[in-house]
T-cell receptor
Framework: LAKTTQPISMDSYEGQEVNITCSHN???????ITWYQQFPSQGPRFIIQ???TKVTNEVASLFIPADRKSSTLSLPRVSLSDTAVYYC??????????FGKGTRLHILP | ETGVTQSPTHLIKTRGQQVTLRCSSQ?????VSWYQQALGQGPQFIFQ???????GRGNFPPRFSGLQFPNYSSELNVNALELDDSALYLC?????????????FGEGSRLTVL
Protein backbone atom coordinates (compact mmCIF):
# COMPACT_ATOMS: atom_id res chain seq x y z
CA LEU A 1 0.00 0.00 0.00
CA ALA A 2 1.37 3.40 -0.95
CA LYS A 3 2.31 5.72 1.89
CA THR A 4 0.57 9.09 2.02
CA THR A 5 1.72 12.43 3.38
CA GLN A 6 -0.70 15.19 4.25
CA PRO A 7 -0.50 18.31 6.42
CA ILE A 8 -1.03 17.69 10.12
CA SER A 9 -3.41 20.63 10.49
CA MET A 10 -5.03 23.50 8.63
CA ASP A 11 -7.15 26.49 9.59
CA SER A 12 -9.66 28.27 7.41
CA TYR A 13 -12.66 30.56 7.70
CA GLU A 14 -16.32 29.97 7.09
CA GLY A 15 -17.33 30.47 3.48
CA GLN A 16 -13.84 29.84 2.11
CA GLU A 17 -12.83 27.05 -0.22
CA VAL A 18 -10.42 24.63 1.46
CA ASN A 19 -7.91 22.51 -0.42
CA ILE A 20 -6.08 19.68 1.34
CA THR A 21 -3.25 18.11 -0.63
CA CYS A 22 -2.01 14.58 -0.16
CA SER A 23 1.27 13.20 -1.54
CA HIS A 24 1.51 9.56 -2.59
CA ASN A 25 4.67 9.20 -4.65
CA UNK A 26 4.60 5.40 -4.71
CA UNK A 27 1.02 4.98 -5.89
CA UNK A 28 0.52 1.77 -7.87
CA UNK A 29 -1.29 1.41 -11.17
CA UNK A 30 -4.37 -0.20 -9.66
CA UNK A 31 -4.56 2.11 -6.62
CA UNK A 32 -7.48 4.41 -6.00
CA ILE A 33 -7.40 7.57 -3.87
CA THR A 34 -10.06 7.82 -1.19
CA TRP A 35 -10.83 10.48 1.40
CA TYR A 36 -12.63 10.01 4.70
CA GLN A 37 -13.87 12.57 7.22
CA GLN A 38 -13.99 11.95 10.96
CA PHE A 39 -15.67 13.96 13.71
CA PRO A 40 -14.62 13.50 17.37
CA SER A 41 -15.85 10.24 18.91
CA GLN A 42 -17.42 9.08 15.66
CA GLY A 43 -16.35 6.62 12.99
CA PRO A 44 -14.84 7.95 9.74
CA ARG A 45 -17.22 8.71 6.90
CA PHE A 46 -16.45 8.20 3.21
CA ILE A 47 -16.26 11.48 1.29
CA ILE A 48 -14.99 10.79 -2.21
CA GLN A 49 -12.91 8.42 -4.29
CA UNK A 50 -11.09 8.84 -7.59
CA UNK A 51 -8.55 7.27 -9.92
CA UNK A 52 -7.51 10.11 -12.20
CA THR A 53 -8.44 13.64 -13.30
CA LYS A 54 -11.36 15.11 -11.39
CA VAL A 55 -14.25 13.68 -9.44
CA THR A 56 -17.04 15.75 -7.94
CA ASN A 57 -19.95 14.86 -5.70
CA GLU A 58 -22.38 16.84 -3.59
CA VAL A 59 -19.83 17.27 -0.80
CA ALA A 60 -16.41 17.73 -2.37
CA SER A 61 -14.18 17.58 -5.43
CA LEU A 62 -11.06 15.50 -5.86
CA PHE A 63 -8.34 16.65 -8.24
CA ILE A 64 -5.73 14.13 -9.39
CA PRO A 65 -2.92 15.21 -11.75
CA ALA A 66 -1.80 13.01 -14.61
CA ASP A 67 1.15 11.50 -12.70
CA ARG A 68 -1.18 10.61 -9.80
CA LYS A 69 1.60 11.27 -7.27
CA SER A 70 -0.60 13.67 -5.37
CA SER A 71 -4.25 14.57 -4.99
CA THR A 72 -6.21 17.52 -3.65
CA LEU A 73 -9.47 17.37 -1.77
CA SER A 74 -11.45 20.55 -2.30
CA LEU A 75 -14.25 21.56 0.06
CA PRO A 76 -16.29 24.46 -1.29
CA ARG A 77 -17.62 27.17 1.05
CA VAL A 78 -16.80 25.45 4.33
CA SER A 79 -18.83 25.94 7.48
CA LEU A 80 -18.03 25.38 11.15
CA SER A 81 -19.47 21.88 10.85
CA ASP A 82 -16.66 20.94 8.46
CA THR A 83 -14.21 21.04 11.37
CA ALA A 84 -12.94 17.46 11.42
CA VAL A 85 -10.01 15.20 10.62
CA TYR A 86 -9.62 14.32 6.94
CA TYR A 87 -7.81 11.14 5.89
CA CYS A 88 -6.27 10.48 2.50
CA UNK A 89 -5.92 6.77 1.67
CA UNK A 90 -4.39 5.04 -1.31
CA UNK A 91 -4.90 1.42 -2.27
CA UNK A 92 -6.63 -1.04 -4.51
CA UNK A 93 -10.33 -1.47 -3.99
CA UNK A 94 -9.71 -4.97 -2.62
CA UNK A 95 -6.95 -3.80 -0.26
CA UNK A 96 -7.44 -3.44 3.47
CA UNK A 97 -8.05 0.22 4.25
CA UNK A 98 -5.12 1.65 6.21
CA PHE A 99 -5.39 5.11 7.77
CA GLY A 100 -2.57 7.58 8.37
CA LYS A 101 -2.64 10.45 10.86
CA GLY A 102 -4.90 12.67 8.76
CA THR A 103 -5.27 16.44 8.55
CA ARG A 104 -7.05 18.29 11.35
CA LEU A 105 -9.11 21.00 9.68
CA HIS A 106 -10.28 23.80 11.95
CA ILE A 107 -12.87 26.21 10.54
CA LEU A 108 -13.02 29.60 12.21
CA PRO A 109 -16.05 31.93 12.26
CA GLU B 1 -31.30 0.68 5.53
CA THR B 2 -29.87 -0.31 8.91
CA GLY B 3 -26.48 1.20 9.70
CA VAL B 4 -23.57 -0.30 11.61
CA THR B 5 -24.23 -0.56 15.34
CA GLN B 6 -21.72 -1.29 18.06
CA SER B 7 -22.07 -2.24 21.70
CA PRO B 8 -21.32 -1.30 24.34
CA THR B 9 -20.64 2.36 23.64
CA HIS B 10 -18.44 2.80 26.69
CA LEU B 11 -16.86 0.40 29.14
CA ILE B 12 -14.20 0.32 31.82
CA LYS B 13 -12.02 -2.69 32.58
CA THR B 14 -8.95 -3.36 34.65
CA ARG B 15 -5.61 -4.74 33.53
CA GLY B 16 -5.63 -8.46 32.91
CA GLN B 17 -9.36 -8.68 32.28
CA GLN B 18 -10.99 -9.75 29.03
CA VAL B 19 -13.45 -7.79 26.91
CA THR B 20 -15.87 -8.59 24.09
CA LEU B 21 -17.10 -5.88 21.75
CA ARG B 22 -19.97 -6.45 19.34
CA CYS B 23 -20.84 -5.13 15.92
CA SER B 24 -23.89 -5.50 13.71
CA SER B 25 -23.02 -4.87 10.11
CA GLN B 26 -25.08 -2.82 7.69
CA UNK B 27 -27.80 -4.72 5.88
CA UNK B 28 -26.43 -6.50 2.82
CA UNK B 29 -22.79 -6.28 3.92
CA UNK B 30 -20.75 -9.48 4.32
CA UNK B 31 -17.40 -8.01 5.36
CA VAL B 32 -16.48 -6.55 8.75
CA SER B 33 -13.26 -4.76 9.66
CA TRP B 34 -12.11 -3.73 13.13
CA TYR B 35 -9.94 -0.76 13.95
CA GLN B 36 -8.33 0.59 17.12
CA GLN B 37 -8.05 4.35 17.45
CA ALA B 38 -5.98 5.84 20.25
CA LEU B 39 -6.54 9.46 21.21
CA GLY B 40 -5.19 11.81 18.54
CA GLN B 41 -4.22 9.01 16.16
CA GLY B 42 -5.72 7.59 13.00
CA PRO B 43 -7.59 4.26 13.14
CA GLN B 44 -5.25 1.25 13.15
CA PHE B 45 -6.38 -1.85 11.25
CA ILE B 46 -6.80 -4.88 13.51
CA PHE B 47 -8.36 -7.49 11.21
CA GLN B 48 -11.10 -8.15 8.70
CA UNK B 49 -13.66 -10.91 8.41
CA UNK B 50 -15.29 -11.98 5.16
CA UNK B 51 -18.04 -14.58 5.23
CA UNK B 52 -17.00 -15.82 8.69
CA UNK B 53 -13.30 -16.21 7.85
CA UNK B 54 -10.45 -13.94 8.87
CA UNK B 55 -9.34 -12.13 5.73
CA GLY B 56 -6.32 -10.08 6.71
CA ARG B 57 -4.76 -8.93 9.95
CA GLY B 58 -2.82 -5.89 11.07
CA ASN B 59 0.08 -5.73 13.50
CA PHE B 60 -1.82 -6.80 16.63
CA PRO B 61 -0.91 -9.64 19.02
CA PRO B 62 -2.91 -12.90 19.17
CA ARG B 63 -4.75 -11.74 22.30
CA PHE B 64 -6.85 -9.71 19.86
CA SER B 65 -9.22 -12.19 18.26
CA GLY B 66 -12.51 -12.06 16.47
CA LEU B 67 -15.48 -13.89 15.13
CA GLN B 68 -18.01 -13.33 12.41
CA PHE B 69 -21.38 -15.00 12.58
CA PRO B 70 -23.64 -16.33 9.80
CA ASN B 71 -25.67 -13.11 9.90
CA TYR B 72 -22.36 -11.25 9.36
CA SER B 73 -22.37 -9.60 12.77
CA SER B 74 -19.00 -9.74 14.50
CA GLU B 75 -17.21 -9.77 17.82
CA LEU B 76 -13.81 -8.47 18.84
CA ASN B 77 -12.28 -10.15 21.87
CA VAL B 78 -9.27 -8.83 23.72
CA ASN B 79 -7.64 -10.95 26.42
CA ALA B 80 -5.20 -9.93 29.15
CA LEU B 81 -6.02 -6.25 28.79
CA GLU B 82 -3.17 -3.76 29.04
CA LEU B 83 -3.32 -0.05 29.77
CA ASP B 84 -2.37 0.72 26.15
CA ASP B 85 -5.50 -1.06 24.97
CA SER B 86 -7.49 1.99 26.06
CA ALA B 87 -8.90 3.34 22.81
CA LEU B 88 -11.93 3.77 20.61
CA TYR B 89 -12.67 0.49 18.82
CA LEU B 90 -14.36 0.96 15.49
CA CYS B 91 -16.19 -1.59 13.43
CA UNK B 92 -16.80 -1.05 9.73
CA UNK B 93 -18.80 -3.10 7.28
CA UNK B 94 -18.63 -3.30 3.52
CA UNK B 95 -19.95 -5.38 0.67
CA UNK B 96 -16.62 -7.05 0.00
CA UNK B 97 -16.94 -6.17 -3.65
CA UNK B 98 -14.51 -4.01 -5.56
CA UNK B 99 -17.11 -1.39 -6.37
CA UNK B 100 -15.67 1.46 -4.32
CA UNK B 101 -14.30 -0.42 -1.31
CA UNK B 102 -16.19 2.06 0.87
CA UNK B 103 -16.30 1.24 4.57
CA UNK B 104 -19.33 2.13 6.67
CA PHE B 105 -18.32 2.76 10.27
CA GLY B 106 -20.19 2.46 13.53
CA GLU B 107 -19.91 5.02 16.32
CA GLY B 108 -17.36 2.90 18.15
CA SER B 109 -16.89 1.38 21.59
CA ARG B 110 -14.72 3.40 23.92
CA LEU B 111 -12.67 1.12 26.16
CA THR B 112 -10.84 2.41 29.20
CA VAL B 113 -8.38 0.08 30.92
CA LEU B 114 -7.40 1.01 34.46
Amino acid sequence: LAKTTQPISMDSYEGQEVNITCSHNNIATNDYITWYQQFPSQGPRFIIQGYKTKVTNEVASLFIPADRKSSTLSLPRVSLSDTAVYYCLVGGRDDKIIFGKGTRLHILP
Amino acid sequence: ETGVTQSPTHLIKTRGQQVTLRCSSQSGHNTVSWYQQALGQGPQFIFQYYREEENGRGNFPPRFSGLQFPNYSSELNVNALELDDSALYLCASSTGSADTGELFFGEGSRLTVL
